[in-house]
Nanobody
Framework: QVQLVESGGGLVEAGGSLRLSCAAS????????MGWFRQASGKEREFVAA????????YYADAVKGRFTISRDNAKNTVYLQMDSLKPEDTAVYYC????????????????WGKGTLVTVSS
């Protein structure tokens, strides 16, 4: 069983930055590919970014490419999402995701979810 705990959400003005963290309680963190998804009010959960177990390969949704950066520190069992140039449309609950067999670019790839952290971007 993998437990994921997100932190770092909050209220920020448009154009600002936030850094989300996700701490995983698991013995072998590096075997899991990790991802971030988000769900805005009234909308379906959508893919944001993903990273493979070694941290070598990263993947981004078109809506965040060039503004968000995913990274991981396997020694700390933590994955990060650096969010820059935030826009009001980035407002959502952000979920950390872990996947054992695939890079989690779709919700169906995910084996474990965190409970989410709210990001609100004001205009």
């Amino acid at each position: 069983q993998v437990q994921l705990v997100e932190s770092g959400g909050g209220l920020v003005e448009a154009g600002g930055s936030l850094r989300l963290s996700c701490a995983a309680s698991v013995r072998t963190f590096s075997v899991y590919s990790m991802g971030w998804f988000r769900q805005a009010s009234g909308k379906e959960r959508e893919f944001v970014a993903a990273i493979d177990g070694s941290g070598t390969s990263t993947y981004y949704a078109d809506a965040v490419k060039g503004r968000f950066t995913i990274s991981r520190d396997n020694a700390k069992n933590t994955v990060y999402l650096q969010m820059d140039s935030l826009k009001p449309e980035d407002t959502a609950v952000y979920y950390c995701a872990a996947a054992y067999s695939r890079i989690p670019t779709s919700a169906r790839d995910v084996n474990y979810w965190g409970k989410g952290t709210l990001v609100t971007v004001s205009s």
